[in-house]
């Protein structure tokens, strides 16, 4: 079912201490319980409106290409899975000849591994992703190449719409003052930054620059 894709958001308490003395309590969003994280409850909905944007509906394959650390490619695999469609997912080949432990994962979601060998930067292995799904289009398939980080329009608005459903009402009521967040394509923050306009996001930057108005 779908509703497995999007269900409510658990939100923990922690206490933290600076030393013997002195602590502080922190709450934190567990979505790391989820098998895709944050980005599975908005990825059926993005695929079927980027879908029809590009006349691709129904699809028949979601693709995407990314580096071996996001978690964008076991997001993608979950639904493909729960959608009973195909996921094909493009990274570079690691020089021990291993998946990486995040491909493993999309691997055993069920979808297609496409390791590009050297030279493999991003713009290669997404390269190698866009060559693909022309080549699988013109074969009469309906194969979808989504965004990197799915940073996109429809994502935006479908995952801001399924978080405001599934964030409890007491965090919705009382926004938190402060929410330290990792960025990579800067997808999340910039939805949390939607949802919580007054919160200060303490951003720990992994990927892209992160531009002051992504932060709300």
């Known amino acids: ?9 658990v939100v923990r308490p922690h206490i933290c201490k600076i030393d013997r003395e002195r602590e502080f309590e922190v709450h934190v969003f567990r979505d790391d319980a989820l098998p895709g994280g944050t980005k599975q409850r908005a990825m059926a909905d993005t695929v079927r409106q980027v879908a029809k944007e590009s006349r691709l509906h129904p699809v028949e ?16 695999a979950v639904t493909a899975k729960v959608l009973n469609i ?4 493009f990274v570079a080949k690691q020089r021990d000849g291993t998946l990486f432990h995040l491909t493993q994962r999309a691997k055993d979601q069920g979808a297609s591994i496409h390791e590009v060998p050297p030279p493999n930067r991003l ?9 693909y799904t022309e080549e699988e289009q013109a074969k009469g398939r309906r194969v979808l190449l989504m965004p990197f980080g799915l940073h ?5 608005d479908a995952l801001e719409h399924q978080l405001r459903d599934s964030i409890p009402r007491h965090v919705m ?8 967040l990792v960025a990579g394509s800067a997808a999340i923050l910039e939805v949390m930054a939607r949802i919580f306009p007054t919160t200060e996001f ?13 932060r709300g």
């Open 173 to 180: 009521l009382q926004p938190p003052r402060r929410m330290w």
């Open 1 to 9: 079912s779908e509703e497995l894709l999007n269900p409510p958001v």
């Open 152 to 156: 996109c329009p429809a994502f935006l």
């Open 61 to 76: 394959e979601i693709v995407y290409a990314g580096p071996v650390e996001g978690f964008a490619q076991i997001a993608m």
């Open 202 to 214: 303490m951003v720990v930057q992994v990927g892209k620059t992160i531009w002051p108005d992504q």
């Open 123 to 131: 713009k290669d292995v997404q390269q190698a992703a866009k060559v």
């Open 86 to 89: 195909a996921a094909s997912v």
